[in-house]
């Protein structure tokens, strides 16, 4: 049996795999019996030999080739020099599965990629009930008047691992991984063994979900460095409830951010182009204009003025006069006393 296994989708492609092997190794013997080859350097004599070796004391034998398809493109004569391979797969033995398993397509790849190939038509001609096609196609985020591709699939795998999930947990997911489904995977099974015998609820995905935890703190810093006092403390004191974050983790943050901002108003001042303040600072695309935004509003001295109480209230924490709680909340309603009306007014 000839298996091919292509599409955009690693990671159901990965899980295809192995759900084939899994229906194959009835005796825990596959594993002896399974030969990896790469596309480069390979023959079809070589192909051959290893599709055509009868399995060692086992029910099946399984080959994996990776990336042939591709790698054979659409060039022409590929179907005459692969002709060994499409006369022997109607002739392949029973207990033999030959899998072509092939990458996603280059974004940059204008071809009609491994579902275009010619030598996989040519094997489908060949032998229609022998060879499976599975394309798997990176699922999408969106849908019209109902849940999405991802919401669906998330749903679908929470049923099979006899998870139970509330619906707004699902969306809180997707909306946080997008179509990353091995991290949504990952994140489906952290979650379940948190929750225990519950159901997933959308709180839990924003306490233990890593990117509600990156938004949390980049909304956070925002508000902080902004002057939006009330905003920060409602975050700072969420954050410290759930315990989250570290004091000395804020700290750093906050003074990274104002570090930046310092730095961008500098060339700013100097009349540095965008490209400048990007090199200078590491910051592209939208968080470059939220940091240049933020630069120009409050300027060099404001920023140089707001770093400098950080490093004060930190000095505070380090040396015992205060303790983390209340410093971090008595250096926010300071930020907002130092930040400019222009930075507080525009979010």
């Given at each position: 049996?000839?298996?091919?296994?292509?599409?955009?989708?690693?990671?159901?492609?990965?899980?295809?795999?192995?759900?084939?092997?899994?229906?194959?190794?009835?005796?825990?013997?596959?594993?002896?019996?399974?030969?990896?080859?790469?596309?480069?350097?390979?023959?079809?004599?070589?192909?051959?030999?290893?599709?055509a070796a009868i399995p060692f004391l086992s029910p099946a034998r399984l080959v994996i080739v990776e990336g042939l398809l591709t790698a054979l493109g659409g060039r022409r004569g590929v179907v005459e020099a692969w002709q060994q391979i499409v006369d022997f797969v109607p002739q392949m033995p029973e207990t033999n599965h030959l899998v072509l398993l092939e990458p996603p397509r280059k974004r940059d790849d204008r071809g009609r990629g491994a579902g275009?190939?010619?030598?996989?038509?040519?094997?489908?001609?060949?032998?229609?009930?022998?060879?499976?096609?599975?394309?798997?196609?990176?699922?999408?985020?969106?849908?019209?008047?109902?849940?999405?591709?991802?919401?669906?699939?998330?749903?679908?795998?929470?049923?099979?691992?006899?998870?139970?999930?509330?619906?707004?947990?699902?969306?809180?997911?997707?909306?946080?991984?997008?179509?990353?489904?091995?991290?949504?995977?990952?994140?489906?099974?952290?979650?379940?063994?948190?929750?225990?015998?519950?159901?997933?609820?959308?709180?839990?995905?924003?306490?233990?979900?890593?990117?509600?935890?990156?938004?949390?703190?980049?909304?956070?810093?925002?508000?902080?460095?902004?002057?939006?006092?009330?905003?920060?403390?409602?975050?700072?004191?969420?954050?410290?409830?759930?315990?989250?974050?570290?004091?000395?983790?804020?700290?750093?943050?906050?003074?990274?951010?104002?570090?930046?901002?310092?730095?961008?108003?500098?060339?700013?001042?100097?009349?540095?182009?965008?490209?400048?303040?990007?090199?200078?600072?590491?910051?592209?695309?939208?968080?470059?204009?939220?940091?240049?935004?933020?630069?120009?509003?409050?300027?060099?001295?404001?920023?140089?003025?707001?770093?400098?109480?950080?490093?004060?209230?930190?000095?505070?924490?380090?040396?015992?006069?205060?303790?983390?709680?209340?410093?971090?909340?008595?250096?926010?309603?300071?930020?907002?006393?130092?930040?400019?009306?222009?930075?507080?007014?525009?979010?």
């Amino acid at each position: 049996m000839l298996h091919v296994i292509f599409g955009d989708d690693e990671f159901r492609a990965a899980e295809a795999l192995h759900a084939l092997k899994a229906t194959l190794d009835a005796d825990g013997s596959l594993a002896t019996n399974t030969t990896v080859l790469v596309a480069r350097g390979l023959t079809p004599q070589t192909l051959l030999q290893h599709a055509a070796a009868i399995p060692f004391l086992s029910p099946a034998r399984l080959v994996i080739v990776e990336g042939l398809l591709t790698a054979l493109g659409g060039r022409r004569g590929v179907v005459e020099a692969w002709q060994q391979i499409v006369d022997f797969v109607p002739q392949m033995p029973e207990t033999n599965h030959l899998v072509l398993l092939e990458p996603p397509r280059k974004r940059d790849d204008r071809g009609r990629g491994a579902g275009g190939s010619p030598l996989l038509a040519a094997l489908r001609e060949a032998a229609p009930n022998a060879v499976t096609v599975t394309e798997l196609n990176e699922l999408k985020t969106w849908a019209r008047g109902g849940p999405s591709e991802v919401a669906r699939w998330l749903q679908d795998r929470a049923i099979q691992r006899g998870v139970s999930i509330d619906p707004r947990a699902i969306e809180a997911l997707t909306d946080l991984v997008g179509a990353n489904l091995r991290t949504l995977a990952s994140e489906l099974d952290k979650l379940a063994m948190y929750a225990g015998a519950r159901a997933i609820t959308a709180d839990d995905v924003r306490l233990l979900t890593p990117q509600a935890r990156e938004e949390r703190i980049f909304d956070l810093v925002d508000a902080v460095v902004e002057g939006r006092a009330a905003d920060a403390l409602r975050l700072l004191r969420r954050m410290r409830e759930d315990g989250s974050e570290s004091a000395s983790h804020l700290f750093s943050l906050i003074a990274r951010q104002l570090r930046q901002m310092v730095r961008a108003a500098e060339l700013i001042e100097a009349r540095a182009a965008p490209e400048a303040i990007s090199a200078a600072t590491g910051a592209r695309g939208y968080p470059l204009e939220k940091l240049t935004r933020q630069a120009r509003a409050a300027g060099r001295l404001a920023a140089e003025t707001s770093l400098r109480a950080v490093e004060h209230s930190d000095f505070s924490v380090k040396t015992g006069r205060l303790d983390d709680d209340l410093a971090l909340e008595l250096l926010v309603v300071r930020l907002a006393d130092l930040a400019p009306r222009g930075t507080r007014a525009r979010r």
